[in-house]
C-alpha cells in the first residue's frame, strides 16, 4: 500500500508440484486470503480514525488522522492470479504476455499512453545515482535548490531549470521514486530521496501515538 492506486498481479509458482484440482484450490484460497486481508486493513483503519474522532481532544492528533485518512483513500487492484511452472518456459513467456496485456490496459494505467519527454528519464537516472551515492545520507533529505545544483553538474542537465525540475519531481512523486510535498509550507523546498525510510518513519510515529491514544481509552 506504499504507492497509491497500485495495481497488483498475484504469481503463484511451483504449479508443477501440485495437481491441476489442487492449482485451482490455491488459486481460490490465496484470492480470498487476499480480499480478506485487504478487508481487515480497512475494518482497522476505520476503527482507528473512529478512535481519534471521539477522543477528547481530536486536535491533539490531527497529524495522525490525516495520516490514517490518507492510508484509508489508498486502494489496490487486485487482479487474477497467475499461476506458472517456473520450469516451464512457455508459462514463463505466457506470464510475460500476462503482464503486458495489463499494463497496456488503459483503464488500469492510464498514464501509460503518455509519452515523457527525454530530459525525464535523465533526470530520474541522476536522481537515482545521487541517492545511491556514498555522501547520501540515510534518510535521503535533500534541499530542492541544491538538488538542482547537483542535477545541473550532469553535462547533459546543465541547462534544466527549477520550473521543470518541479515538474519532473512532480512525476517521479507520483510513482513513488521520491516524495516530495510541495503543498505543506514546511516540506516544499525538501526533497525525499529514500521514500523507504520515510515511509518507515511515518509507521513508528503513527503506532506511537496510536499506542498512546489507544492506552488512554483503555
Same mark, same amino acid.
Not at 480478506?36 to 486536535?59: C, Q, T, V, Y
Not at 511515518?202 to 499506542?211: A, P, T
Given at each position: 500500500?506504499?504507492?497509491?492506486?497500485?495495481?497488483?498481479?498475484? +504469481?503463484?509458482?511451483?504449479?508443477?508440484?501440485?495437481?491441476?484440482?489442487?492449482?485451482?484450490?490455491?488459486?481460490?484460497?490465496?484470492?480470498?486470503?487476499?480480499?480478506?486481508?485487504?478487508?481487515?486493513?480497512?475494518?482497522?483503519?476505520?476503527?482507528?480514525?473512529?478512535?481519534?474522532?471521539?477522543?477528547?481532544?481530536?486536535?491533539?492528533?490531527?497529524?495522525?488522522?490525516?495520516?490514517?485518512?490518507?492510508?484509508?483513500?489508498?486502494?489496490?487492484?487486485?487482479?487474477?492470479?497467475?499461476?506458472?511452472?517456473?520450469?516451464?518456459?512457455?508459462?514463463?513467456?505466457?506470464?510475460?504476455?500476462?503482464?503486458?496485456?495489463? +499494463?497496456?490496459?488503459?483503464?488500469?494505467?492510464?498514464?501509460? +499512453?503518455?509519452?515523457?519527454?527525454?530530459?525525464?528519464?535523465?533526470?530520474?537516472?541522476?536522481?537515482?545515482?545521487?541517492?545511491?551515492?556514498?555522501?547520501?545520507?540515510?534518510?535521503?533529505?535533500?534541499?530542492?535548490?541544491?538538488?538542482?545544483?547537483?542535477?545541473?553538474?550532469?553535462?547533459?542537465?546543465?541547462?534544466?531549470?527549477?520550473?521543470?525540475?518541479?515538474?519532473?519531481?512532480?512525476?517521479?512523486?507520483?510513482?513513488?521514486?521520491?516524495?516530495?510535498?510541495?503543498?505543506?509550507?514546511?516540506?516544499?523546498?525538501?526533497? /525525499?530521496?529514500?521514500?523507504? /525510510?520515510?515511509?518507515?518513519?511515518?509507521?513508528?510515529?503513527?503506532?506511537?501515538?496510536? +499506542?498512546?491514544?489507544?492506552?488512554?481509552?483503555?
Amino acid at each position: 500500500m506504499r504507492v497509491p492506486n497500485s495495481v497488483v498481479l498475484p +504469481v503463484g509458482t511451483h504449479v508443477d508440484c501440485c495437481q491441476e484440482e489442487e492449482v485451482e484450490k490455491k488459486r481460490h484460497d490465496i484470492m480470498a486470503k487476499i480480499a480478506a486481508m485487504l478487508a481487515e486493513r480497512k475494518s482497522n483503519l476505520a476503527h482507528f480514525i473512529d478512535n481519534l474522532e471521539g477522543s477528547e481532544e481530536p486536535e491533539f492528533y490531527a497529524d495522525q488522522w490525516e495520516r490514517l485518512k490518507e492510508m484509508e483513500s489508498c486502494t489496490l487492484t487486485i487482479l487474477n492470479l497467475v499461476a506458472v511452472n517456473c520450469m516451464d518456459h512457455h508459462d514463463i513467456k505466457k506470464l510475460e504476455a500476462t503482464i503486458l496485456e495489463h +499494463v497496456k490496459n488503459e483503464e488500469l494505467f492510464p498514464e501509460v +499512453v503518455r509519452v515523457l519527454p527525454p530530459v525525464y528519464r535523465q533526470v530520474e537516472a541522476a536522481i537515482v545515482d545521487i541517492a545511491q551515492s556514498e555522501e547520501m545520507a540515510d534518510h535521503g533529505m535533500m534541499d530542492l535548490q541544491y538538488l538542482l545544483s547537483k542535477l545541473s553538474q550532469c553535462e547533459h542537465l546543465a541547462n534544466l531549470g527549477r520550473e521543470l525540475l518541479q515538474d519532473i519531481l512532480r512525476y517521479l512523486h507520483r510513482i513513488g521514486l521520491v516524495v516530495w510535498y510541495e503543498e505543506i509550507k514546511h516540506l516544499e523546498s525538501t526533497v /525525499f530521496l529514500q521514500p523507504a /525510510f520515510l515511509i518507515t518513519m511515518f509507521k513508528l510515529l503513527v503506532r506511537y501515538r496510536l +499506542v498512546q491514544q489507544l492506552e488512554s481509552i483503555s
